[in-house]
């Protein structure tokens, strides 16, 4: 079965820097890989997908998330957080054969100001 | 309005109780599925289904008990709760099957085990 890791449990970051997340998963299949947010109390939400085509995909505010087949990767990036960015991300890997959809532990954004 | 909720969202039980999660829809999506979210975990599936009377254990199914009567309900019961059960629990839906399809995730209900 397919697995992620999530390479950084927490990523502290002042306001308006560049951020990256990284993510890599296992599989011996074709893959689509989603990116998740998980702002206080609430349920996940999707960032972005990558399904098919392009390997870099953007997303809703302002991320982009870029496939890389031979390194098994999907990071996540934006170019300038902001402080409402604080929430947790959890990377999300599903193969093309089935329904069953696997998360990574997830990765704590704190944006300071 | 449209979407997907869990009652209750918060719940404090003792062990060896029986317990319920609710969870609605009103997307009319096939599938549904219950996650637990442990610290350092992410989230992992106890229990899918792919339609009214169809269901199936995912990765963590031990302790725990589904049943879909109606496309719009996926209730999911701890027949006997123990202490290591205490967690939050999301449940979800997809429209289709295949996966690429997003999920969509309610509030989720943060369960203790006293």
């Known amino acids: 079965a397919q697995s992620v890791t999530q390479l950084d449990s927490q990523v502290p970051v002042f306001e308006e820097a560049p951020v990256e997340l990284r993510c890599n998963y296992s599989?011996?299949?074709?893959?689509?890989l989603f990116w998740y947010v998980q702002y206080p109390n609430q349920g996940l939400q999707l960032l972005l997908k990558?399904?098919?085509?392009?390997?870099l995909v953007k997303g809703i505010n302002g991320f982009e998330a870029e496939f890389n087949k031979s390194q098994t990767s999907f990071h996540l990036r934006k170019p300038s957080v902001h402080i409402s960015d604080t929430a947790e991300y959890f990377c999300?890997?599903?193969?093309?054969?089935?329904?069953?959809?696997?998360f990574g532990a997830g990765t704590r954004l704190t944006v300071k100001p | 309005d449209a979407g997907i909720t869990q009652s209750p969202r918060y719940k404090i039980t003792e062990t060896g109780r029986q317990v319920t999660l609710m969870c609605h829809q009103t997307?009319?999506?096939?599938?549904m599925f219950w996650y637990r979210q442990d610290l350092g975990h992410g989230l992992r599936l106890i229990y899918y289904?792919?339609?009214?009377?169809?269901?199936d254990k995912g990765e963590v199914p031990d302790g725990y008990v589904v049943s879909r009567s109606k496309t719009e309900n996926f209730p999911l019961t701890l027949e006997s709760a123990t202490r290591s059960q205490t967690s939050v629990y999301f449940c979800?839906?997809?429209?289709?099957?295949?996966?690429?399809?997003?999920?969509?995730f309610g509030p989720g209900t943060r369960l203790t085990v006293l």
């Open positions: 289904s792919a339609a009214a009377d169809i269901t």
């Open positions: 599989s011996s299949v074709s893959v689509y």
């Open positions: 997307w009319s999506h096939s599938y």
């Open positions: 990558y399904l098919s085509g392009s390997t």
């Open positions: 979800a839906s997809s429209p289709a099957w295949g996966g690429y399809n997003e999920q969509f």
């Open positions: 999300a890997v599903s193969e093309k054969n089935n329904n069953d959809m696997r």
